[in-house]
């Protein structure tokens, strides 16, 4: 092991450290086998391992194999805890992940077999900023990487330059689980030993606290700070004065070592490397979303209007759009639908999986799992006296005007019916037939109905049912559905899909009649995530986690095998895509980048029609849909660290932005008359559910959650939503 005084700085702009002592017992092993592999060669020692070119006869090709030190056999557990973590790293498949091929164990030597790579690393960029347009590109490939094996439960723990591979300009990252199986340390503290590299540690991972996903997150901030301008934000002559300052010191602003640096991509970089996991992006394609925009935001135009305010609109001011005949491309994209697949073969693809597996508790309610029950001592008079109170009225103005975007074409449905046994059949709904883009003249909504909210009720996610009088929350006899997220009512109202949290009792994809029927399955793979209704009920589509992200579509009745889903696909790609919704004129509409145009350059909100899977730009931000009916679609954006509401008349493109608040307003869901827009906001000081009428852009405050039933957990927004229905 090396001594906490052996590191050093290499050009002030990051560690560089000796060869370990043990490198001659490494040096050794050339011309010896392990297992079938010859070793060649020796390519070079890390802090946990040392690496070896090898031949592999069988298959006649090169190799790379990782080995590991001797001394770590001695540890109690180490073979178990090696093979253990072996087969876990083994199953991360993804396109930025240096892929193993092989492990074993021959004496006192552990090793890993991975695809050899003759190039170079990232470290050997660093030194000096790169373009900005290159670093989110690469923040891209490493943030899809990372969330892939977030998904999995692996956290790298030690996320640096040096693990990750150059192949020309695409990234490969290795290492994962190394820190974990050898419980050896590259930094030492005086309360023990800790995983990392300390030009690169979290705060947590510095103090030896327990870690999460997040810990990654930070590390490719630093990663990120580095490559913007071409030094770390902590240096030091020793471990443990760097260590000290990932802890207690705040970085210097990236804009004063690059004074040309947009404040927009500063803010996005010191948010990736917070002291405070909580303060940090929740997952590495938030902040790939984050970065990408701020970057597009600074180098060209933006196509809306953000915090100036500006008058407000009366209804006869807002521009009536006549029905579309063909799809006109948005001003900012290409013809997609046209495009042809890149001729070399791999696609950049930032998003990848994300999403860290969330361990949830069992319902709290001895052991009553995933159905609509009302409270204890609950009693049908009760429950129709509760109220909250009287909604509260407020006046608002847009802050935004329309801005044209993108048209596309609306089309009918075409599913065939295919009712689910013993749920209420799907009513008929007219088909939408080019709804105007927005009205010229509106009566004042009546607010009613029911919304499908989701909340935290300690670990556990819950959807509460409830009217606008909060009786189904706050009353005496609340009414949720236990692990549970995602809600979406089908548009007749009679019945209710949800995503069922894989810890929970019952997982994959659940439906309910809307009054609280027992759930009957519909899927059961774990990470189905947006579970959304066609516009006549027969089908469902949904995002698969597991498989990178992937669109799916199956009837809406029990999938029994994979021969029951149907992969969709652009341009013969199959569509990875987040915060699905499906509008009722039959376009699927969710956030993603262009992978069917062989690059994920191209991200933001994109309409496809379902049947010929045409796409559509509708914008180039990192916002995601919530809700779309009646030809207008709801989506919220991350602003200067809180959410917003915007609105998009489909069939136009023309977008408003709803709210602009230092409050956080999100989870907006459209009236079934497409008359309003309920949200959650804390504008008042406490979460509530408000409306915002689209007329007169009137705002109602309707109840407020009681913290002691239901908690609005913001962090997770991102992968929520809420539904309205009659």
């Not at 002592?21 to 070079?44: A, D, M, N, P, R």
């Not at 093979?83 to 193993?100: C, F, T, Y």
């Not at 004496?107 to 190039?119: A, I, N, R, T």
């Not at 000081?685 to 913290?707: N, R, Y």
């Amino acid at each position: 092991m090396w001594k906490e005084g052996d590191w050093g700085i290499k050009h002030g702009a990051q560690l560089r450290r000796p060869a370990p002592v043990w490198k001659e017992e490494f040096v050794s092993l050339i011309g010896q086998t392990l297992g079938q592999y010859q070793i060649v060669e020796f390519i070079g020692a890390g802090g946990m391992a040392s690496v070896y070119k090898a031949y592999q006869s069988s298959l006649d090709r090169h190799v790379a194999i990782k080995v590991l030190p001797a001394q770590h056999a001695l540890t109690p557990g180490y073979k178990e805890r090696f093979i253990q973590e072996a087969r876990a790293v083994a199953q991360l498949s993804h396109p930025n992940i240096l892929p193993i091929y092989d492990f074993g164990l021959e004496g006192d030597l552990s090793y890993f077999v991975m695809k050899y790579v003759p190039d170079h690393t990232l470290a050997d960029l660093m030194g000096q900023p790169l373009d900005l347009i290159r670093v989110s590109h690469i923040v891209g490939q490493l943030a899809g990487a990372l969330d892939h094996a977030h998904a999995k439960g692996i956290v790298h723990r030690d996320v640096k330059p040096s693990n990750m591979l150059l192949e020309g300009d695409w990234l490969l990252l290795t290492d994962f689980g190394l820190a974990k199986i050898t419980e050896a340390s590259t930094v030492i503290t005086s309360t023990g030993h800790i995983f990392g590299t300390p030009a690169y540690v979290s705060p947590e991972q510095a103090e030896g606290l327990p870690l999460d996903h997040r810990t990654d997150i930070y590390s490719l901030g630093i990663v990120m700070y580095e490559m913007v301008v071409g030094r770390v934000p902590f240096e030091g002559s020793t471990a443990m004065r760097i260590i000290n300052k990932h802890i207690h010191e705040l970085p210097p602003p990236p804009s004063t070592l690059r004074p040309d640096l947009p404040a927009v991509v500063e803010q996005v970089m010191l948010k990736a490397i917070a002291k405070k996991p909580e303060d940090r992006y929740f997952r590495a394609l938030d902040l790939t979303i984050a970065l990408r925009e701020a970057v597009e935001s600074a180098s060209r135009p933006k196509h809306r209007i953000d915090k100036p305010a500006m008058p407000a609109l009366r209804p006869e001011e807002i521009p009536a759009q006549p029905p579309v005949a063909r799809a006109v491309p948005p001003l900012e994209a290409k013809a997609v639908a046209a495009a042809s697949p890149p001729k070399q073969g791999r696609p950049f693809s930032y998003f990848g999986l994300s999403l860290l597996v969330v361990i949830l508790l069992l319902s709290l309610i001895g052991g009553a799992f995933f159905f609509f029950t009302p409270g204890e001592g609950a009693d049908e008079s009760a429950l129709a006296a509760a109220t909250s109170g009287s909604p509260t009225p407020a006046a608002v103005s847009p802050t935004s005007t329309p801005t044209h975007l993108a048209t596309a074409t609306p089309v009918s449905p075409t599913a065939s019916p295919m009712p689910t046994a013993t749920l209420p059949a799907a009513t008929a709904l007219p088909t939408a037939t080019s709804p105007a883009a927005a009205p010229t003249s509106l009566s004042a909504p009546s607010i009613s109905g029911t919304l499908a909210i989701p909340v935290k009720v300690g670990p556990e996610f819950k959807v509460f049912l409830t009217g606008f009088d909060g009786a189904g929350i706050n009353g005496p006899a609340p009414v949720s559905l236990g692990n549970a997220r995602q809600p979406m009512f089908r548009r007749d109202g009679q019945a209710i899909v949800v995503n069922g949290t894989e810890t929970g009792a019952l997982r994959g994809i659940f439906v309910t009649d809307s009054q609280g029927g027992g759930p009957q399955p519909l899927n059961d793979r774990g990470e189905a995530f947006w579970p959304v209704w066609s516009p006549d009920g027969t089908q469902l589509s949904f995002v698969d986690l597991d498989k990178g992200r992937t669109v799916f579509r199956q009837n809406s009745q029990l999938a029994k095998s994979e021969a029951d889903y149907t992969q969709v696909q652009i341009n013969n790609v199959n569509l990875t895509a987040n915060n699905l919704v499906w509008s009722d004129d039959n376009r699927l509409i969710f956030q993603g980048c262009a992978d069917w145009l062989g690059q994920s350059g191209e991200c933001g909100i994109w309409a496809a029609d379902a049947a010929t899977l045409e796409p559509v730009r509708l914008t180039s931000n990192g916002g995601l849909p919530t809700d779309a009916r009646n030809g207008l679609l709801t989506y919220m954006l991350a602003e200067d660290g809180d959410w917003e509401i915007y609105l998009i008349w489909l069939n136009s493109g023309e977008s408003l932005k709803l709210t602009d608040n230092t409050s956080q307003d999100g989870l907006a869901a459209l009236a079934p008359d497409g008359q309003s827009v309920a949200y959650v906001s804390d504008e008042s000081g406490s979460w509530a559910v408000w409306t915002i009428t689209l007329s007169d852009k009137q705002k109602q405050k309707w109840f407020e959650f009681d913290p002691q039933r239901a908690t609005i957990d913001v962090n997770n927004w991102s992968e929520e939503r809420m539904s309205w229905t009659h």
